[in-house]
């Protein structure tokens, strides 16, 4: 495997490195978590529930400083294939929804469930939806398929790094590191 310098790759910016790897972290533990919920003894339910809410609030905060990050320092420009170009970006940009809409969608379902989110248990969180019976399962459903599609993306994404890294051998790996 060649190494490659940083004056070689066009890197994300630094900011954008980080936010990734940081949503990245926030996915790998919010995720799962939420679905060990539906396992949790109702012990400890309530606070699965706490500590996957608060981190998933957390992880809509980063997601959307992500995009914003986006206008101010574009990604360095993807290297392969029109298809290929077309499927990276494709890819990512339903990450970057999904990954808004998940959040927004399960904090939306808590409300409307009658669970005001208090934030890490401290903070609450003011929200535009009160106890609403009838549109509350509708975004938890909204919040679950988010859920799958989310996972689906993840793993196209990883399968891409994977096959740029080990198979092309090419630099796209060290362009987020």
């Known amino acids: 495997m060649s190494s490659h310098s940083e004056a070689e790759v066009a890197r994300y910016s630094r900011t954008a490195r980080i936010l990734h790897w940081i949503v990245a972290m926030l996915v790998f533990v919010t995720w799962p978590m939420g679905l060990m919920i539906g396992f949790a003894k109702d012990a400890v339910k309530l606070d699965f529930y706490l500590v996957h809410e608060s981190l998933g609030f957390l992880l ?3 997601m959307l400083l992500r995009t914003g990050a986006k206008f101010y320092q574009p990604s360095p420009p993807i290297s392969g294939s029109v298809l290929e170009r077309i499927a990276a970006h494709t890819v990512h940009g339903l990450l970057y929804a999904f990954l808004i809409i998940m959040p927004v969608s399960g904090f939306l379902a808590t409300n409307a469930h009658g669970f005001p989110l ?5 903070i609450p969180i003011w929200s535009p939806l009160d106890k609403s019976p009838e549109i509350a399962p509708v975004l938890s459903t909204i919040h679950e398929w988010s859920a799958w599609i989310v996972l689906a993306l993840l793993a196209l994404h ?5 096959f740029h890294h080990l198979i092309r051998r090419d630099s796209t790996l060290y362009r987020i590191l």
């Open 118 to 122: 208090r934030w890490f248990g401290i």
């Open 158 to 162: 990883i399968l891409a790094v994977i």
């Open 60 to 62: 809509l905060w980063f």
